[in-house]
C-alpha cells in the first residue's frame, strides 16, 4: 500500500511547508500548538512504518470490505455515451469513503497515545465512521453537528448514539458543517493531552488535508489496478467527484494529479443556483481567506466575515474548500463544476432507476455533472459514488413526484 509515497516532486501535493501552491499551512491558536505540532511532526513517520501499514490493510480489507468494486455502469454509460466506472465506495462498511479515514486517523490516535476522540460531521457519514473505529477500539467518542444537520440526517444521529458516541449539536451560525467544527477545535483546545481530533475531510490545518488525503489514497490506488484489469489501461479520460471539504475527491485524484492526460473534474455544490445566495460553489464565489486553520479559497463578505453556505446536502453544505483543491482549481489542473439541489435530486433518482443504486446527495452532485461533460463513445469516466443514499431517505421521500 502506497500511503507513504513520496510527492516531494509534485506540483500538487503538498510541499514541505505544508502549501498546495499558495493555499493550506496551520494559522492555529497558540493553544493548539502542541497538538498540531505533534502531529506535523509524527504523522509521516508512522504512516511509513511497516506495522502501521499492515494493521490499516488488514482492517480496510476484513473490516471495511475493500477493495471496493468499479463497476461498469452499462446503462448510465448508455444514456451519456461514455464508459461509465462507478467506485463503490458505498459498500463500504457505515456507507461512504469516511471510513477509510477513520481506520487510518484511531490507529495514528493510539501510537500517539490518545484515549479520548473528538470529531465533526454534517451529514453524519463521519460521524458515524468516527463512532464506528472508536467502538472498535474502545474509546471514548464525541462527536459535534451542526443542529440542522441532526434534523436533516436523524438516521445516523440514531447510528451514532447506538455506537456509544455521544453527539453535541452545534447551534451557532448556520448550524451546520463549518459550526460544528468550530466547536470542535474548541473541544480540543480546551483538552489538548489526552485527546485526537479525527478532521473528516481533507480541510483543517497541516498535516491534515495531506494525511486525510493519504488514507483516503487508496480509492485511487485501486481504481489504478481494477480500471487496468477491466480496460488495458490504468488511465481514465476523466476523473469525477463531488467535493465538500475534498476527502472523497482526494483519494480519488491522489496518485493521478500528476498524469496530464487524465480530466479532474471536481463537483461543487450549487445549491438553489450559484448565485442566489444559497450555495456552496466555494471556488465560484469564494476569495483567498483563512477557515479552521488552513489558507483557502471561502465564501465570505467583502470585509472578510464568511457567508453561510447553503445545499440540499449536508455533506457539501461547507463554505471553504480544502487547500489541494483550492490548489487544483487555481493552477486550472482541475475542472470546477457546481451542480444545484435539484440537478443532484434528479440525478440520484435516475441513477437509482437505471442501475438499481440509490446514492447518497453528495455523491448525486458528482453523478449530475456527467450531462455536462463533452464525453464521447470511447471515453473512459470513473465517478466516485463516495455513499449511499440510505441516510438520505426522508430528503428523497420528501422530493419524490407523485
Ligand atoms: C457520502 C458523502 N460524500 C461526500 C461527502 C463530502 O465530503 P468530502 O468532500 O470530504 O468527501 C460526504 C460528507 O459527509 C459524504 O457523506
Known amino acids: 500500500m502506497d500511503i507513504a509515497i513520496d510527492t516531494s516532486k509534485s506540483k500538487y501535493h503538498v510541499d514541505e511547508n505544508g502549501y498546495y501552491g499558495r493555499f493550506g499551512g496551520a494559522y492555529i491558536p497558540e493553544m493548539l500548538y502542541p497538538n498540531v505540532e505533534e502531529l506535523q511532526r509524527r504523522y509521516m513517520e508512522v504512516l511509513k512504518d511497516p506495522a502501521f501499514q499492515a494493521e490499516f490493510e488488514d482492517l480496510l480489507k476484513n473490516y471495511v470490505g475493500r477493495p471496493s468494486p468499479l463497476y461498469l455502469a452499462k446503462r448510465l454509460s448508455e444514456k451519456y455515451g461514455a464508459k461509465i466506472f462507478l467506485k463503490r465506495e458505498d459498500l463500504n462498511h457505515t456507507g461512504a469513503h469516511k471510513v477509510n479515514n477513520t481506520i487510518g486517523q484511531i490507529l495514528l490516535a493510539k501510537r500517539l497515545g490518545k484515549n479520548r476522540i473528538i470529531?465533526?460531521?454534517?451529514?453524519?457519514?463521519?460521524?458515524?465512521?468516527?463512532?464506528?473505529?472508536?467502538?472498535?477500539?474502545?474509546?471514548?467518542?464525541v462527536v459535534y453537528m451542526g443542529s440542522i444537520d441532526i434534523e436533516r440526517q436523524a438516521p445516523n444521529v440514531a447510528r451514532m448514539k447506538m455506537l456509544g458516541a455521544t453527539v453535541v449539536p452545534a447551534t451557532s451560525g448556520s448550524k451546520t458543517l463549518k459550526d460544528a467544527t468550530n466547536e470542535a477545535i474548541?473541544?480540543?483546545?480546551?483538552?489538548?493531552?489526552?485527546?485526537?481530533?479525527?478532521?473528516?475531510?481533507?480541510?483543517?490545518?497541516?498535516?491534515?488535508?495531506?494525511?486525510?488525503a493519504r488514507f483516503q489514497s487508496v480509492i485511487s490506488e485501486e481504481i489504478k489496478k481494477q480500471l487496468k484489469e477491466h480496460t488495458g489501461n490504468e488511465n481514465p479520460n476523466y476523473l469525477v467527484a463531488c467535493i465538500g471539504g475534498g476527502s472523497n475527491a482526494a483519494g480519488t485524484y491522489f496518485h493521478y494529479v500528476d498524469v496530464p492526460e487524465v480530466k479532474i473534474v471536481a463537483v461543487e455544490a450549487g445549491g438553489k443556483g450559484v448565485h442566489s445566495g444559497f450555495s456552496a460553489a466555494t471556488t465560484q464565489l469564494g476569495k483567498i481567506g483563512i477557515i479552521h486553520a488552513s489558507k483557502t479559497l471561502l465564501m465570505q463578505t467583502d470585509d472578510g466575515q464568511i457567508v453561510e453556505p447553503h445545499s440540499i446536502s449536508a455533506g457539501l453544505d461547507y463554505p471553504g474548500i480544502g487547500p489541494m483543491h483550492a490548489h487544483l482549481f487555481e493552477s486550472g489542473r482541475g475542472l470546477f463544476l457546481s451542480a444545484t439541489d435539484d440537478e443532484a435530486l434528479a440525478a440520484a433518482y435516475e441513477l437509482s432507476l437505471l442501475e438499481g443504486i440509490i446514492p447518497a446527495m453528495e455523491s448525486a452532485h458528482a453523478l449530475a455533472k456527467l450531462k455536462d461533460l463533452p464525453l464521447k463513445p470511447e471515453d473512459v469516466v470513473v465517478l466516485c459514488l463516495s455513499g449511499r443514499g440510505d441516510k438520505d431517505l426522508n430528503t428523497y421521500i420528501a422530493n419524490m413526484k407523485k
Open 119 to 141: 470529531a465533526e460531521t454534517g451529514a453524519g457519514q463521519h460521524g458515524v465512521a468516527t463512532a464506528t473505529v472508536c467502538a472498535l477500539m474502545g474509546m471514548e467518542c
Open 186 to 212: 474548541r473541544d480540543w483546545i480546551n483538552n489538548p493531552v489526552d485527546t485526537h481530533y479525527i478532521l473528516g475531510t481533507a480541510a483543517g490545518p497541516h498535516p491534515y488535508p495531506d494525511m486525510v
